[in-house]
């Protein structure tokens, strides 16, 4: 049986498949698989062939390839459901990546730029996002790191607040849970999650 701190390695940052969010890209129906040509971006085919060497890699198959992206331009990259285990994507430029429902286990994001990225269903356990900029990502149902590889991300007050939101959704009769929970509830309230994870604001009674 796993340990209470392999348990813990990561946690699901919940959310309600319908609910959509205009201001969030790449909610809905998976977009097109694309790369934005520009500033010296590489093009789809050059992404999915690093992607298939990627894959036999994972697989210890002859001609495989670690994926090695760090610093690249993938602006608006459709990679849904991209298998980038273990990839190397330091520095990368992934603003506005469909990345829905890929597989980020183990891959270093430290210092990616993720501003707007569609993450929904992705999968970061033990993804390394030291630095990296996720302000505008859209990460309901995620599975999310909980170790030191996420010190230092840059986050918005959405996520920061759904972050929150779960924390005082927990079950803990510790009095310094209590009251730290106490101190930050008002802020989990404001979270787009809050109704879900039963922290609604009661009306008080007259």
């Given amino acids: 049986m796993p340990t209470i701190i392999q348990t813990l390695r990561f946690m699901t940052i919940t959310g309600r498949p319908n609910d ?4 969030v890209p790449g909610f809905g129906a998976p977009a097109e698989r694309r790369v934005e040509e520009r500033g010296g971006g590489m093009n789809q085919d050059e992404l999915d062939a690093i992607l ?4 036999l890699w994972l697989d210890d198959a002859d001609g495989g390839i670690r994926a090695d992206l760090k610093g690249a331009n ?12 273990g990839a190397d994507l330091r520095g990368a430029d992934l603003r506005g990546a469909d990345l829905y429902k890929s597989n980020l286990r183990h891959a ?3 210092d990616a730029d993720l501003r707007r990225a569609q993450l929904r269903y992705a999968n970061l356990s033990d993804a ?9 990502a859209d990460l309901d149902y995620s599975c999310f790191p909980l170790w030191c590889g996420s010190k230092g991300m840059i986050v918005d ?8 939101a779960h924390f ?39």
């Fill in 20 to 23: 959509a969010d205009e201001n």
């Fill in 157 to 164: 007050r959405r996520i920061a607040a759904q972050i929150v």
């Fill in 128 to 136: 390394d996002l030291r630095g990296a900029d996720l302000r505008g």
């Fill in 74 to 85: 993938l602006r608006g990259a459709g990679l849904w459901g991209a298998v980038l285990r």
């Fill in 168 to 206: 005082c959704a927990l079950e803990c009769d510790d009095a310094d849970y209590i009251a730290a929970r106490e101190a930050i509830l008002e802020f989990a309230q404001t979270s787009h999650r809050a109704k879900v994870l039963g922290l609604e604001i009661k009306e008080r009674e007259e």
């Fill in 52 to 55: 298939q060497k990627h894959k």
């Fill in 108 to 110: 270093d994001l430290s």
